[in-house]
């Protein structure tokens, strides 16, 4: 029978409590997208699956503890004093977990803003309910909703739901055009040339972990590109969908 070391159980504990920390400080963005979800479509379900389990649960379960405070792992072939800071500064204008985060919450505005105008479509609907009751009222028919919440796409709400989807898209498409301007490329490099500063000569800065980084930047890259592809995706189908019923 295999036991565990008692370091390995105790690294393991505490990775388990980082990530059920991180995972609680993205439990109200779950909130909301469970939310959207009742008034999107089988595209929209599908985006905020891998928007929650494969981009936030991964951003949170893994990536933090791989990047760490990167400054301090990255090693140069020079201790002058503040040349590390200026190469990592000028390498890593940002920090990628930071990206990202700016990322997915971002290109989650949208959809929020969606979901704040379904809100506020239901709550009016509801009301015009109410007021059929009162038999000295004029009979006013809801327009997008039935008695359960349950939203139609049609009409203003549709060209809602449709400007969300275009917007999502164009920050999806920015961030990731973006990433390559922001770092000089998509992968990170073994070593970094430095020259500049407090860098009198040119420096050499080693990563830490390349690979293993640049194993998350891909998968993190092919989820932005498949968010993309079915945002555009859901758009053609509603577009088919309504020239079909038109």
Not at 24 to 51: A, N, P, Q, R, Y
Not at 216 to 237: K, P, T, Y
Request: charge should be positive; aromatic fraction near 10%; hydrophobic fraction near 45%.
């Amino acid at each position: 029978m295999l036991t565990a070391l008692p370091g390995n159980s105790k690294e393991v504990h505490k990775t388990c409590e980082r990530s059920a920390a991180i995972m609680g400080e993205w439990s109200f963005l779950s909130e909301l997208l469970d939310k959207v979800e009742s008034h999107s479509t089988i595209f929209g379900k599908v985006w905020m699956s891998v928007l929650f389990v494969f981009r936030i649960f991964i951003l949170a379960a893994g990536v933090d503890k791989i990047w760490g405070d990167e400054q301090a792992n990255m090693d140069c072939n020079t201790h002058s004093p503040g040349c590390k800071n200026a190469c990592y500064d000028k390498s890593f204008p940002i920090s990628h977990t930071r990206f990202w985060v700016l990322q997915i919450l971002t290109v989650s505005t949208p959809t929020f803003i969606y979901l704040g105008h379904v809100l506020l479509v239901i709550r009016k609907e509801n009301k015009i309910r109410r007021h059929n009751r009162d038999p000295n009222r004029i009979i006013k028919s809801p327009k997008y909703s039935d008695e359960n919440g349950k939203v139609q796409l049609k009409g203003f709400l549709l060209v809602s739901y449709m400007m969300q989807l275009l917007f999502k898209i164009l920050l999806e498409v920015g961030f990731i055009v973006g990433q390559y301007f922001i770092y000089g490329s998509i992968l990170i490099p073994d070593k970094i040339t430095f020259q500049g500063g407090s860098c009198r000569t040119d420096t050499n800065c080693f990563i830490s972990r390349p690979t293993e980084k640049n194993v998350f930047i891909i998968f993190m890259l092919v989820m932005a590109v498949i968010s993309v592809l079915l945002n555009i995706a859901e758009m053609f189908h509603l577009i088919i969908l309504k020239i079909r019923q038109k």
